[in-house]
Nanobody, 123 residues
């Protein structure tokens, strides 16, 4: 199994900043990608940003220029630096990772999710 431990969610005023962290642990072989998604009640979970182990990044249009994702490969930890926060960024943020497991004769990829951390931006 893989455990994802998230931290950093908080209440902040509009224009402020927060840094989310997510550390992955487990007996997996390697990490392919890590990322952050967000979800409001009654809505679909949506990608905020993702990063590959090689450093390639992908961002939702709504956060480009304000959020920065990074990963410490040695610590299996992904960070999301969120600047210029807006009330519409208020959501539960979930960490995701796609990892490789070695099974006899092959390698398999699986997705895992964290429990979520709440980000609330007041106007």
């Amino acid at each position: 199994q893989v455990q994802l431990v998230e931290s950093g969610g908080d209440l902040v005023q509009a224009g402020g900043s927060l840094r989310l962290s997510c550390a992955a642990s487990g007996s997996f072989f390697s990490i392919n990608t890590m990322g952050w998604y967000r979800q409001a009640p009654g809505k679909q979970r949506e990608l905020v940003a993702s990063i590959t182990s090689g450093g390639s990044t992908n961002y939702a249009d709504s956060v480009k220029g304000r959020f920065t994702i990074s990963m410490d490969n040695a610590k299996n930890t992904v960070y999301l630096q969120m600047n210029s926060l807006k009330p519409e960024d208020t959501d539960a943020y979930y960490c995701n990772t796609n990892v490789n497991w070695i099974v006899p004769g092959t390698m398999r990829r699986y997705d895992y999710w964290g429990q979520g951390t709440q980000v609330t931006v007041s106007s």
